[in-house]
């Protein structure tokens, strides 16, 4: 039976160069909570998860067409909300040497900030993943990119809408009050809207712009309470926004900035901010400094909450370069107004070949009960997680 | 007479100096002369990196190169990696200037992000090995200032041959050297050994070129490259697969806004 299996994985691996590719990441993610949960008293202390993430990719050399499929199994020891099968990305695209075609569920990325991702507004963020929105669910769409020679227009037609998920109420990370299963689309708002986006992104030598504009369902709630419950409302938004940075030897400069229209009166968000590389240690270790401010002018009576409103973030960011590839980031986010912030440690570095050991710290200081996030102040965590890759 | 004898030193002096700048150049010259023409390259390496205790861990990354086709720009690199598996589907993108800095992105495949990156770091290492950065850029003569110093036996394998000996400087800012010195093949211009001095001046790293070989008649490849770093007592052993020459690289592959759909 080895064998036989071993003999197909060989055959994998011979394909896999002309025609096809298959990975497969496996892991465990073990939390540690030090502190007692805002919203029950015996709520756990740990949770343990495994997830599986397997990706095909098709791409016969005599066709222009190419298929992918990536996917996410999560099973979780204590959250039912994280026992989920999640199809990340389900597509078939034509590709030509200028433009490309993708039809099907995709992951995008716009944006060149650290801190918040405010421009990219394609995919619905998944906090049931983890808490720092930068795991999206896949997002029904009709992709069209054109190429020029630097520069890329892009246009997005998205046909059906992913209301947010969100852990169980009462466990860890879930919000104060538990959420209605059922979401408010006033207006034109519906999840068969069919949204539009566009990007036209610019290069000037050592300068990037992008533009983009959106219409459609705002991946944002705004929360309202119902009966001791939360009920999310998703509006049509327009949606201007602007990403550049600038890159010069050991410094790049990054600003993205967004014009809301849609709940209540419109409103601007901003981060503005720097990455300057520092002259390396021992001629080997790689130093990033981030600094990055962050400004917001919504009314959160009528706009979806943001804790990003007045804030500095600071970090270091360490790359060891040795043969495991060890990282370091360290850092902090601190709201002006009120000296409520948060603090970041990730480090990560192979073992085995292929295998990664990760550790994230999160810890929440100066959380008052009139802040929008205030559940949040004693999910301090570290997540331990080790993954193997095949 | 005082004056005119030491007149007479000084211009023997510099005589002596600018001969052999000129033909620390002129072997620059012959060097980069014999290797142009070539358009685009493909090759498939793998990087053997050994720690001083005897621990080995392997990368396999495919590269591709475009010549340059403006005289004031240099050549276009692009460097996938398939192993380590954690890092699969990274991709490095270099665009090389010869005055002003390079521009470099990365692809970060599970976050399907580009970044264009600083490229300032050109003494740090390339994927935890020992080479660096600058150790892996184009060969352009105006990256450094070249001074003739001998002519000798070559070292290594090419014991039957002569070589010039020429001590580079880097012109550019943020090297880890403050010089260099080539050993190039006196009959077809390809350098055989590198020793690379540090910022202190002390000799930091040897590299050693081997198992070349000739395509399309004309460019030499070497398909062994050893860098050995004398300080740390860690090597880093590239082995190449054949080059393809013959293959029409797809020049709209170098540009960052692609770099997604490369497989």
């Given at each position: 039976m080895q064998f036989f299996l071993f003999i197909f994985f060989l055959s994998l691996n011979v394909f896999a160069e002309n025609d096809f590719s298959f990975k497969t990441e496996l892991g465990v993610d073990y939390r540690i909570f030090p502190e007692k949960s805002t919203?029950?008293?015996?709520?756990?202390k740990s949770q343990f998860s495994g997830y599986l993430k397997p990706e095909l990719e098709l791409f016969p050399s005599d066709s222009k067409f190419e298929y992918k499929f990536s996917g996410l199994l999560r099973n979780d020891s204590s959250d039912d909300a994280r026992d989920y099968f999640e199809i990340k990305e389900l597509f078939v695209q034509y590709v030509d040497d200028k433009f490309d075609l993708t039809i099907g569920s995709i992951q995008n990325f716009w944006g060149v900030t650290e801190s918040a991702h405010i421009v990219d507004i394609i995919n619905q963020k998944d906090f049931r993943e983890d808490l720092d929105g930068e795991k999206k669910l896949g997002q029904p769409s009709v992709r069209y990119r054109r190429y020029f020679d630097m520069d890329l227009f892009s246009f997005y037609i998205m046909p059906y809408f992913r209301e947010r998920p969100s852990s169980t109420f009462n466990k860890r990370f879930s919000s104060a009050l538990p959420v209605n299963s059922s979401s408010l689309f006033p207006g034109s708002a519906s999840k068969n809207h069919i949204d539009f986006s566009t990007r036209f992104q610019k290069n000037l030598g050592n300068n990037d712009i992008g533009l983009i504009f959106f219409r459609g369902n705002s991946r944002d709630p705004i929360v309202t309470i119902e009966n001791f419950n939360i009920v999310n409302t998703y509006k049509i938004i327009n949606l201007i926004g602007l990403d550049y940075q600038y890159t010069s030897e050991d410094l790049l400069i990054k600003l993205e900035t967004t014009n809301t229209n849609g709940f209540g009166k419109s409103y601007n968000s901003t981060v503005f901010g720097f990455e300057k590389l520092l002259p390396s240690i021992f001629n080997r270790i790689e130093v990033n400094t981030l600094l990055e401010f962050q400004f917001d002018d919504r009314n959160i009576s009528e706009a979806p909450a943001t804790s990003l409103d007045d804030d500095i973030f600071f970090g270091f960011r360490f790359n060891l370069n040795d043969i495991n590839d060890t990282q370091f980031l360290i850092g902090s986010n601190i709201d002006t107004n009120d000296t409520s912030s948060f603090s970041i440690l990730e480090g990560s570095r192979r073992f085995l070949d292929s295998y990664k050991l990760s550790l994230t710290y999160r810890g929440f200081n100066n959380y008052n009960n009139d802040q929008p996030f205030y559940f949040l102040k004693n999910d301090d965590h570290i997540n331990l997680n080790i993954s193997k890759f095949f | 007479m005082k004056k005119i004898f030491y007149s007479y030193l000084l211009t023997i002096f510099f005589f002596n100096l600018s001969y052999a700048d000129q033909k620390g150049i002129d072997i620059a010259k012959e060097t980069v002369k014999r290797n142009t023409g070539w358009v685009g390259s493909e090759v498939v390496f793998q990087m053997i990196l050994k720690n001083a205790s005897g621990g080995v861990a392997e990368r396999k990354i495919r590269s591709m190169a475009l010549e340059n086709d403006k005289p004031n720009e240099g050549d276009k690199s692009l460097s996938i990696f398939d192993t380590p598996a954690d890092v699969e589907g990274t991709i490095f993108l270099s665009h090389t200037k010869i005055k002003k800095p390079d521009d470099q992105w990365l692809f970060l495949p599970a976050l399907k992000r580009v970044k264009r990156i600083s490229s300032s770091n050109k003494s740090g290492p390339f994927m935890g090995s020992e080479y660096a950065y600058e150790d892996l850029l184009s060969f352009e003569i105006d990256r450094f200032t070249h001074t003739f110093l001998r002519e000798e036996k070559c070292p290594?394998?090419?014991?039957d041959v002569d070589c010039f000996v020429v001590e580079q400087t880097p012109t550019?800012?943020?090297?880890?050297?403050?010089r260099r010195i080539v050993w190039t093949h006196?009959?077809?211009?390809?350098?055989v050994y590198i020793d690379y001095y540090d910022r202190k001046n002390s000799l930091l790293k040897s590299l050693t070129f081997d198992n070349y070989k000739l395509y399309k008649n004309k460019f030499w490849r070497a398909h062994e490259l050893n860098m050995v770093n004398h300080q740390t007592k860690k090597s880093t052993l590239i082995v190449y697969e054949a080059y393809n020459f013959d293959a029409a690289i797809d020049k709209s592959l170098f540009n960052a806004n692609k770099l997604k759909r490369i497989r």
């Open positions: 919203r029950h008293p015996n709520d756990q | 290594g394998s090419f014991k550019y800012e943020n090297s880890g050297y403050t006196k009959n077809d211009y390809i350098a």
